[in-house]
């Protein structure tokens, strides 16, 4: 899932400052899971800047609506209504649903107020790691089920760089070398004979952004996109 | 035309002394080494932006450094560079005369003194010495002709004391396959350790230029309190000979350390030359080669 996490709530503030009525829209999957932009989140940010708001003596209305999901057209077109009596919306969704519903609400400035991480994993509550970096190629199969564009902080897909120290990242020694990983985890599978081919160069052209995709099934739905 | 490929083909045991670009552009400090030891010394070793710290660009330096007289061997780096601009900048090397090339991943941004630049690795070393096997052979990574191929002697980074040692093995291999004509260790100061690696991991016929290195006293201090974080070790027998004394007594034991690890290398036909990194200077340089006796 998308990991997210909340910006400092002084950024929030001042971005609606100059506003009056603000709505503040959450988003019930991923970055609810993660803590950082569900309901919940939604209701604490609201009761945050209503104290701030009350201190500074400013008035106006804050609202709360949360959303199953704010990157699905079908869950957010109903928020243009809601919207309506609001000078301006905090999403507190990733970056794609903040940029979705400021899509749909065109002519109203929306506020993002998470910073989007990574795609990672939940591994226990509110502990949450990187595993994709969603680069259109995966590598997966052959290196034994652990991403060398993303758990190797150098992205290299040919083996370690000469960094590793004991086993643990140049970077980080708190972090295994994903390489080490992936030999390790190949030569107990007796698989190693997979990784001596030596692996081309990324095709980045894949990931120019932004990127799109089309299932089989809709290709000539969305023949334009071809 | 490279005397390195050359010495190394002979069976020559060359020396390769590392220089230090500047941070600026004053550049006489960083050619003293290629000034003073010329003769003695077969090719100057030119860092790029070292432990990813800025400094003036090795391409600059490479050519200065011939200019000054010597023949570089021009470090290159994934970190800094998309494929464009490495392979643009190897065929600027070619152009300017610049021949023998190490070619590494290169140390991450966080190291250095730039740590919230991008870090680029599009290729991996081990890409790196297949695109410039590609432009030798007259073809860009792209499969685009090219007018007029360039030639190069292209070394890589093998890593003796890495642990766990198959994976390293691993990149060794694919580095060789990828096309490298030597290699240039880790930094050497456990002698058993290496050689070990040279019998048990190194074929017969690659070439190995064993980097040997001068500690500062802060480096040795670190040793000693078990701190050091880095891919070789540094025995207690070479720790406490290096330590005490002020900083420049301990880089002097250093130089007589290195140059007498060189000439056991040398004896026991553990290397075929040495890489060494002596600050970037000409009087450390100079004590190691009066150590090594070359
Ligand atoms: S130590 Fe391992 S994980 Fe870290 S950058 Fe090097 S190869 Fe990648």
């Given amino acids: 899932m998308i990991i997210a996490e909340r910006k400092p709530f002084k950024e929030i503030q001042e971005m609606v400052a100059p506003y009056g009525n603000v709505l503040i829209v959450g988003c019930g999957t991923c970055v609810a899971v993660c803590?950082?932009?569900?309901?919940?989140?939604?209701?604490?940010?609201?009761?945050?800047?209503?104290?701030?708001?009350?201190?500074?003596?400013?008035?106006?209305?804050?609202?709360e609506i949360t959303v199953e999901r704010q990157c699905d057209r079908e869950f957010i077109e109903p928020l243009q209504e809601s919207a309506a009596d609001y000078e301006a919306v905090i999403s507190t969704a990733c970056g794609a649903g903040v940029q979705f519903l400021a899509a749909l609400l065109k002519e109203k400035p929306v506020f993002p107020a998470l910073n989007t991480t990574f795609i990672g994993v939940n591994e226990a509550a509110g502990h949450y790691t990187e595993r994709c970096r969603s680069c259109h190629q995966c590598y997966l199969?052959?290196?034994?089920?652990?991403?060398?564009?993303?758990?190797?902080?150098?992205?290299?897909?040919?083996?370690?760089?000469?960094?590793?120290?004991?086993?643990?990242?140049?970077?980080?020694?708190?972090?295994?070398?994903?390489?080490?990983?992936?030999?390790?985890?190949?030569?107990?599978?007796?698989?190693?004979?997979?990784?001596?081919?030596?692996l081309p160069l990324h095709p980045h052209s894949r990931t120019t952004s932004p990127g799109t995709v089309i299932h089989p099934a809709y290709l000539r739905r969305y023949a334009a996109h071809e | 035309m490279s005397k390195l490929k050359d010495a190394l083909a002979a069976g020559g045991f060359p020396l390769v002394v590392e220089v230090k670009p500047p941070k600026?552009?004053?550049?006489?400090?960083?050619?003293?080494?290629?000034?003073?030891?010329?003769g003695q010394v077969t090719a100057f070793g030119v860092p790029d932006n070292e432990h990813a710290r800025m400094r003036l660009s090795a391409l600059a330096a490479a050519r200065l450094v011939q200019e000054a007289g010597g023949e570089p061997l021009m470090l290159l780096t994934c970190r800094d560079r998309n494929r464009l601009a490495l392979e643009s900048d190897l065929l600027g090397a070619a152009a300017l005369g610049v021949e023998n090339l190490l070619l590494l991943s290169g140390d991450y941004v966080h190291q250095g003194d730039h740590p919230d630049a991008k870090p680029v690795y599009d290729a991996d070393s081990v890409q790196l010495l297949?695109?410039?096997?590609?432009?030798?052979?007259?073809r860009d990574s792209a499969g685009n002709p090219l007018k007029g191929a360039p030639t190069f002697f292209l070394g890589a980074v093998v890593i003796p004391e890495a642990q766990p040692l198959g994976p390293q093995r691993l990149k060794f291999r694919k580095k060789m396959e990828a096309g490298a004509d030597f290699f240039v260790t880790a930094p050497i100061f456990d002698l058993d350790r290496y050689r070990a690696f040279r019998r048990e991991v190194v074929p017969d016929g690659v070439k190995i230029l064993a980097c040997l290195k001068v500690s500062s006293a802060?480096?040795?201090?670190?040793?000693?309190?078990?701190?050091?974080?880095?891919?070789?070790?540094?025995?207690?027998?070479?720790?406490?000979e290096l330590s005490g004394g002020d900083p420049e007594e301990v880089l002097a034991k250093g130089a007589a350390l290195a140059g007498r690890l060189a000439r056991q290398l040398r004896s026991e036909k553990l290397a075929d030359g040495v890489y060494l990194k002596a600050k970037g200077r000409a009087d450390l340089a100079a004590a190691f080669l009066q150590a090594a006796g070359f």
Avoid: F, H
Avoid at chain 1, 35 to 60: D, T, Y
Avoid at chain 1, 149 to 165: A, D, E, I, R, Y
Avoid at chain 2, 130 to 138: K, T
């Fill in chain 1, 35 to 63: 803590l950082a932009g569900g309901e919940k989140e939604v209701g604490l940010l609201a009761a945050q800047l209503k104290l701030a708001r009350n201190l500074a003596g400013q008035a106006g209305r804050l609202g």
């Fill in chain 1, 141 to 198: 199969g052959i290196t034994g089920g652990i991403c060398p564009v993303t758990m190797c902080t150098k992205g290299l897909l040919n083996g370690p760089c000469g960094g590793t120290v004991a086993g643990k990242c140049e970077v980080d020694p708190e972090r295994p070398c994903a390489w080490c990983e992936i030999y390790e985890r190949l030569e107990s599978q007796g698989r190693l004979g997979q990784i001596e081919a030596i």
């Fill in chain 2, 24 to 38: 600026g552009v004053e550049v006489a400090g960083m050619l003293a080494p290629v000034t003073g030891l010329n």
């Fill in chain 2, 130 to 138: 297949q695109l410039a096997r590609e432009l030798m052979a007259g």
């Fill in chain 2, 218 to 240: 802060e480096e040795v201090e670190k040793a000693a309190r078990g701190e050091l974080r880095k891919v070789y070790t540094l025995p207690p027998a070479v720790i406490q």
